[in-house]
């Protein structure tokens, strides 16, 4: 026997390169029951949507679920990382409100917290059987599951199984959901989502998660380190291999963080003064999307490179000017980083004073 949950939205949508936060979102698109009817906010306007623009015939459930993961990306502090290994590679520390790590290692509990979910995790501590079971029951109540896979960062969302050969449906990242021989053995954590809580995090929490991530000591140490590297390094496609790996990030999470601002924190608030302040770190965030094209353009990458270093990429960075253009971009990024802080900050004052 076959059973598949039906109308599950494929991941990534638009700019998602975080797997973990895509698979997240798709199930999570599909718990909350979005449809192409659901109403969609539009962060430019400040209004619901009327296809009144270029996105006029963008599906909805895209736009969703692109709105849910900036939303995740963003209160989890991921949105603000500079460097991929500030993720962290474990999942099973239990957010706490009180405490803090530099890295992201509660993403999970802190992502479904958020988004107001229970969850329980198992892996191949579990045998197979019971697993495979517990997998069936989860479908039966369309409930899609998520996985990972191996020790890297590659999630998937179990859609569905095959009875008969006792195998599961995978969905991975650009991929229709497909049966899948190994998943026992590539099996490194299995997280099923329950009921939902009765009070989810508050605004307010969020935002004092969102600017300790902005504010980490980790952070002064890499701006410090770009400096001397762009005045030390020799070796311009060693640097250039960095330098761009750094912005290839940056550049993609604080658009979503800027999105996340206009499209789901703003609607979320009733005062004008702290809508102003968000509106106003969105475009901030946005002005530093656009500086860090410049920086590519200085590294000579482009859509034309597939975002890869040119082969002339020692030549680019032979040029002092080219150097002393650099420095100013990152002194502007992280510059941008601290006046968001400030302003996220001012907003949570205020938030306090409401709650």
Known sequence: MTKCIEGLVSFPVDAQRNTFFGALSTILLYRNAYTEETPFFCGKYQRNCIRCGSCKTESFLNKHHLQIYQYLITITGCAYFWID??????YDKPYMAGEFSETALDRLSLAL???????ESMNQNTPENILFDRIKQSVEENRPVLMKLGLGDLWAVITGYHDGKNLPYLMKARHLPQLNKNWYEKLSKMVFITDPYDSPISLSESLDHMIHHLNTGSRNKLEQKIYQKLETELDGKKLGKWLNQ???LTIETRWHASEC????LVPMLNNKK???LLLEASDLHLRFHDQAWKIWGLLGVSPQTHYCLPHNIHELLDQSSARAELKSLFQELFAIDRQVSHLLQECLSLQKDID
């Open 85 to 90: 290994k500030e993720i962290g590679d474990s």
């Open 113 to 119: 917290y958020a988004f107001g979910y229970r969850y």
């Open 246 to 248: 750094i912005n290839g």
């Open 261 to 264: 601002y206009r499209n789901t």
């Open 274 to 276: 702290c809508k102003k």
